[in-house]
């Protein structure tokens, strides 16, 4: 017999929380198909077009074609709050100031 049905679970989190849903879909569900039945979008005021999404870390660039499989777990990611390259230029160039303030004269 042919199983009509997989398991996978969908999660988000925010700095507050997270939540973890585990969901049976039909056999051929799509990311973004999960991602609705969850029902996190309406719960945490998500727009699930504009969210990047992975599966087990690796993102997923077409989350309506993109067929899941036994045990994925979809992960909708948060928005970057500030560019980590620029993060790591501001820390360097803070060091190095603090460095060049501490040398004896």
Do not use: H, N, W
């Amino acid at each position: 017999m042919v199983e009509s049905t997989i398991r996978v679970e969908v999660v988000y989190a925010t700095a507050e929380r997270q939540e973890l849903i585990a969901l049976e879909v039909p056999v051929g569900s799509t990311v973004l198909e999960a991602m609705e039945t969850s029902g996190l979008a309406r719960r945490f005021g998500l727009d699930l077009a504009r969210c990047p999404v992975g599966i087990f870390g690796k993102v997923v660039a077409s989350p309506e074609t993109r067929q899941l499989g036994e045990g994925d777990r979809v992960e909708i990611y948060r928005p970057l709050l500030a560019d980590p390259k620029e993060v790591r230029r501001l820390r360097a160039q803070k060091a190095a100031l603090a460095k060049k303030q501490s040398k004896p004269i």
